[in-house]
């Protein structure tokens, strides 16, 4: 199994920034794709960023393009996200994931795809 954990959430007002991060334990080596998904109260878990094995392969929901950079350290077993120019909008509880894909170039936005979740960490955004 592979056991996910979240830090570096918080409370910022709009147009800082914040870098998440997600360390990976457990069965490491069957980590394929890992992605960053979010939900507000009341509404559905949506897809943030997403990052292939390889890092070569990155795809990001609209919006957070251009603001979000998603990476990863393979050797630290560690994903990241740098989230700049924070909205309110970005308020959630954020979710690092982690699929078995053995495809080395590929990453899913679908959530349903995901093997590991982490807790989830807040990060909150006032205005």
């Known amino acids: 199994q592979v056991q996910l954990v979240e830090s570096g959430g918080g409370l910022v007002q709009a147009g800082d920034s914040l870098r998440l991060s997600c360390a990976a334990s457990?069965?490491?080596?069957?980590?394929?794709?890992m992605g960053w998904f979010r939900q507000a109260p009341g509404k559905e878990r949506e897809f943030v960023a997403a990052?292939?094995?390889?890092?070569?392969?990155?795809h990001y929901a609209d919006s957070v393009k251009g603001r979000f950079t998603i990476s990863r350290d393979n050797a630290k077993k560690t994903l990241y996200l740098q989230m700049n120019s924070l909205k309110p909008e970005d308020t959630a509880v954020y979710y690092c994931?982690?699929?078995?894909?053995?495809?080395?170039?590929?990453?899913?936005?679908?959530?349903?795809?995901?093997?590991?979740w982490g807790q989830g960490i807040q990060v909150t955004v006032s205005s």
């Open positions: 990052i292939s094995w390889d890092g070569r392969n990155i």
């Open positions: 457990g069965r490491t080596f069957s980590i394929g794709g």
């Open positions: 994931a982690a699929d078995v894909e053995d495809r080395n170039w590929f990453a899913s936005t679908i959530k349903a795809e995901y093997e590991y």
